[in-house]
């Protein structure tokens, strides 16, 4: 199985930073990666897929980026309601497998 | 509105036998896979498998084959896990979620765009 090593495994951040999360693919696998977000005791919430497609309805703030095997995800200005753990999703072969999560929290 | 809604909580007892359900409304359900994600207590997300339910194609994790069974009766739009014999192991949060595959000539994913508010399943003697 594909292996997603993701980075930093959690972070401390003030509002309005600049948040920057990667995603390291240990094959090839295209452009095939979605990134979501979950806030505890919810369902997570797909915020980019294809690498770099934001969803409907998911802040302008949020951008993705990468092929290949190494991705990231942006976060340009925090706000308040992004503290949440971010987890990578590699579609691109059986099994799907997702990265550990980054747990973002309030510096 | 599209939505997943999945069935209440449930407490069992190890080697008892359990199926929870999603139902899907808001969209043709035939026409997207649906998938389950598996979230131990205060652990990642796992992928466990996805079903279409139009003709039934199934695809599990490794780490699930064999241990469940994903279905779906399209006649009420309802997905489903089950387990024949649960281990205290199993106790967890489960989703499910709308999976949807591109249009384009590339193929691949858009990804799980529509999520259940979750089951939680315990298990315990």
Not at chain 1, 3 to 31: E, F, H, K, N
Not at chain 1, 70 to 78: A, K, R
Not at chain 1, 101 to 107: A, D, H, L, S, W
């Amino acid at each position: 199985a594909i292996q997603m090593t993701q980075s930093p495994s959690s972070l401390s951040a003030s509002v309005g930073d600049r948040v920057t999360i990667t995603c390291r693919a240990s094959q090839y696998i295209r452009y095939d990666l979605g990134w979501y977000q979950q806030k505890p005791g919810k369902a997570p919430e797909l915020l980019i897929s294809a690498a770099s497609t934001l969803q409907s309805g998911v802040p302008s703030r949020f951008s993705g980026s990468g092929s290949r095997t190494d991705f990231t995800l942006t976060i340009s200005s925090l706000q308040p309601e992004d503290f949440a753990t971010y987890y990578c999703l590699q579609d691109y072969n059986y099994p799907w497998t997702f990265g550990q999560g980054t747990k973002v929290e309030i510096k | 509105e599209v939505q997943l809604v999945q069935s209440g909580a449930e407490v069992k007892k190890p080697g008892e036998s359990l199926k929870i359900s999603c139902k899907g409304s808001g969209y043709s359900f035939t026409n997207y896979w649906i998938g389950w994600v598996r979230e131990m207590p205060g652990k990642g997300l796992e992928w466990m498998g996805i079903f279409h339910p139009g003709d039934s194609e199934t695809r599990y994790s490794p780490s699930f084959q064999g241990q469940v069974t994903i279905s779906a009766d399209k006649s009420i739009t309802t997905a489903y896990l089950q387990w024949n014999s649960l281990k205290a192991s199993d106790t967890a949060m489960y989703f499910c979620a709308r999976v949807r595959a591109a249009s384009g000539p590339d193929g691949g994913w858009v990804g799980m765009d529509v999520w259940g508010q979750g089951t939680t399943v315990t298990v315990s003697s």
